[in-house]
Each structure stands twice: as C-alpha cells, then as structure tokens.
C-alpha cells in the first residue's frame, strides 16, 4: 500500500501560485497519482491525475520527476476560494480499493 | 454532487442503537465505496462494492456491515453504534472501468454517537 507525505499545511496569498509537494517513496509501476481537493462539509472532488512528466488541465498542473518519488500539484494564482485541503493520492487502476487517503494539506490563501 | 446523494445528512443517536446510512447513486456505476473521516486520518475506507451482492472490507471494517441488493444503493450499518463511530462518512463511486482514484463523492452524513 503505498503511503503518501504532504505538508499538513501551507499560506499563501491572492494571486500567487502555489506548489504542493507530496513524497511517495514506495510507489509502485502501476500506480498513478492523482489529486483530490475538499472544502469544508464538501466531499473530496478529484482535481487532476498523471502518471509521469506533466500533466496540466483548466485547473491546475501536476509535475512529476523521473523517479516518480514524489509529486507536486501546482495551483496557478490562487484565489481565496482555493483555500481547501488537497490530498495526494497513489494508487494502481486495479486496486483502486486500496487507496491512502492521508490527511492531505491545508491550503490557507489569504487577500 | 450530482447523481449521488447520501441520507441523512446528519444524525444524532444514543450508543448501542443500529444506524443505518444510505447512499444513492444515479451514475449506473458499478463500484460503491464507504468512508469515514476524522480529524487527523484523512479519509478511510470502510466497505466497498464491485457489484450487487458484492462487497469487501476496507481498512477500518470493524463494527461495520454493508449491503448492496441494487446497483444504485449501498447501505452502511452500524448495528451497535459506539462513540468512537461518530464521525463524517462518506459514499463514493467510480465507473466500470476504475481510473486510479477517479471516484466521486457525495456530500457525507455526519454522525453522532451520544
């Protein structure tokens, strides 16, 4: 079961980007890693997913090395409504059941 | 979230009682998942299911049943709720073809174990 480590939190202000780390040191071939995003009394909601190099959509963008070891989601110039907890997850599309969810990153984006 | 939906969104109830929760699922997808979420452990899975009739232990199943006789409908119970189950739960589904963590979630039952 591959675990994931995530800062517990992070500040930022308006307008600035903001980059989230996450160290997946026992990942496996298969796996992929994917984001997920959730503001209070909301469910998680699933904001990007990649597998290797960059993978960039309307939202943000996910960067990941050679290595796979780790993984950094890129928010480009935040707003106030950004301010959530984002979680890293990996996993194989397989074994989706086997997901670790951790307890994510708090994201406080200040004006 | 569109096409799933969780009932009650909150409820209060004395330990020892049975809790049944119910999530609703208008998508036609095939795997349905239960969560919980407390304060510093993220979310955990409890139960999932790959079909009617089909369901497996997730990480923290202890004290937790689930069934699932309709595509649309998976029911967690708690059949003697206890205080450390109070928490946020929540369902979540992903389609037939399971992307990795491609699942949406519903927006959670908070529940209170007195």
């Known amino acids: 079961l591959a675990k994931t480590t995530q800062p517990i939190s992070m500040d930022s202000y308006e307008g600035q980007e903001v980059n989230i780390t996450c160290s997946h040191n026992?990942?496996?071939?298969?796996?992929?890693i994917t984001w997920y995003q959730q503001f209070p009394s909301q469910g998680p909601r699933f904001i990007i997913q990649?597998?290797?190099t960059k993978v960039t959509n309307e939202v943000a963008s996910l960067f990941i090395p050679a290595d796979r070891k780790s993984s950094t989601l890129s928010l480009p110039r935040v707003s106030l409504s950004d301010t959530a907890v984002y979680y890293c997850?990996?996993?194989?599309?397989?074994?989706?059941?086997?997901?670790?969810f951790g307890s994510g990153t708090k994201l406080n984006v200040k004006p | 979230d569109a096409g799933i939906t969780q009932s009650p969104r909150h409820k209060v109830t004395e330990t020892g009682t049975p809790v049944t929760l119910r999530c609703h699922q208008t998508e036609n997808h095939r795997y349905m998942y239960w969560y919980r979420q407390d304060p510093g452990h993220g979310l955990r899975l409890i139960h999932y299911s790959y079909g009617v009739k089909d369901t497996d232990k997730g990480e923290v199943s202890d004290g937790y049943s689930v069934s699932r006789s309709k595509t649309e409908d998976f029911l967690l119970t708690l059949e003697s709720a206890t205080s450390s189950q109070t928490s946020v739960y929540f369902c979540?589904?992903?389609?037939?073809?399971?992307?990795?963590?491609?699942?949406?979630f519903g927006s959670g039952t908070r529940l209170t174990v007195v």
């Open positions: 997850l990996v996993g194989s599309l397989y074994n989706f059941n086997k997901f670790y």
């Open positions: 979540a589904i992903s389609p037939l073809l399971p992307r990795a963590g491609g699942y949406t």
């Open positions: 026992n990942i496996a071939t298969n796996d992929y």
């Open positions: 990649g597998y290797k």
